[in-house]
């Protein structure tokens, strides 16, 4: 009798994102808090990557701080994924891309809105009718990466540095996690 040959999957590395929104579990009270937190779970349950993820609004940061907190992270292999001026930036570039750079967080905001009916960035939304909202984002997911790289350039030339490094979290994912396909049976916005 042939003995069946047992499936082995290897788990490739772990990754660890936290998030600074107010609809998260976590609301850092500022920069320092969110990469101190990230740091110390990163150790604690011994994630091969580490990344912080907020919006400047959300930690009221500025572009020097963050410049700075780079630096920091580097020693303790803390990434950073930001949105400058928020995280709509990163649902905006779903929707298309601004001709200029933008330091008003309300234009970005509004636009959202607008195309998402019923947005709330609140925890009982998100865990209820904004449940699958990557879902409806995900037909636009390499679109928005691109218009982000291409945002990018604009906010280099404005502010010196880049508006999100959200494309760089996006690679981290695929080669992390590898590739999924989340694509079949979504229902994109209008």
Same mark, same amino acid.
């Given at each position: 009798?042939?003995?069946?040959?047992r499936n082995s999957? +290897?788990?490739?590395?772990?990754?660890?994102? $936290?998030?600074?929104?107010?609809?998260?579990?976590?609301?850092a009270k500022d920069? !320092?808090?969110?990469?101190?937190?990230?740091?110390?779970?990163?150790?604690?349950?011994?994630?091969?990557?580490?990344?912080?993820?907020?919006?400047?609004?959300? $930690?009221?940061?500025?572009?020097?701080?963050?410049?700075?907190?780079?630096?920091?992270?580097?020693?303790?292999?803390?990434?950073?994924?930001?949105?400058?001026?928020?995280?709509?930036?990163?649902?905006?570039?779903?929707?298309?891309?601004?001709?200029?750079?933008?330091?008003?967080?309300?234009?970005?905001?509004?636009?959202?809105?607008?195309?998402?009916?019923?947005? +709330?960035?609140?925890?009982?939304?998100?865990?209820?009718?904004?449940?699958?909202?990557?879902? !409806?984002?995900?037909?636009?997911?390499?679109?928005?990466?691109?218009?982000?790289?291409?945002?990018?350039?604009?906010?280099?030339?404005?502010?010196?540095? !880049?508006?999100?490094?959200m494309p760089e979290?996006? !690679?981290?994912?695929?080669?992390?996690?590898?590739?999924?396909?989340?694509?079949?049976?979504?229902?994109?916005?209008?």
């Amino acid at each position: 009798m042939a003995t069946r040959k047992r499936n082995s999957t +290897e788990s490739r590395r772990t990754l660890l994102l $936290v998030t600074a929104t107010e609809a998260e579990a976590l609301n850092a009270k500022d920069l !320092k808090h969110l990469i101190s937190f990230t740091a110390r779970e990163k150790n604690r349950n011994k994630y091969d990557v580490a990344f912080a993820l907020f919006g400047f609004d959300d $930690v009221n940061t500025s572009i020097e701080e963050v410049r700075e907190a780079q630096e920091a992270c580097a020693g303790r292999r803390i990434q950073l994924c930001y949105f400058n001026p928020c995280f709509s930036l990163w649902l905006y570039m779903h929707l298309g891309k601004p001709q200029s750079f933008i330091s008003d967080a309300s234009v970005f905001e509004s636009e959202v809105r607008k195309a998402i009916q019923g947005l +709330e960035w609140t925890p009982e939304y998100l865990l209820t009718d904004g449940l699958n909202l990557h879902m !409806k984002l995900f037909p636009r997911h390499s679109l928005a990466d691109q218009n982000a790289r291409d945002y990018n350039k604009l906010a280099i030339q404005a502010t010196g540095e !880049k508006a999100t490094t959200m494309p760089e979290l996006n !690679k981290m994912i695929t080669e992390v996690c590898g590739q999924a396909d989340m694509s079949h049976n979504t229902k994109v916005f209008k």
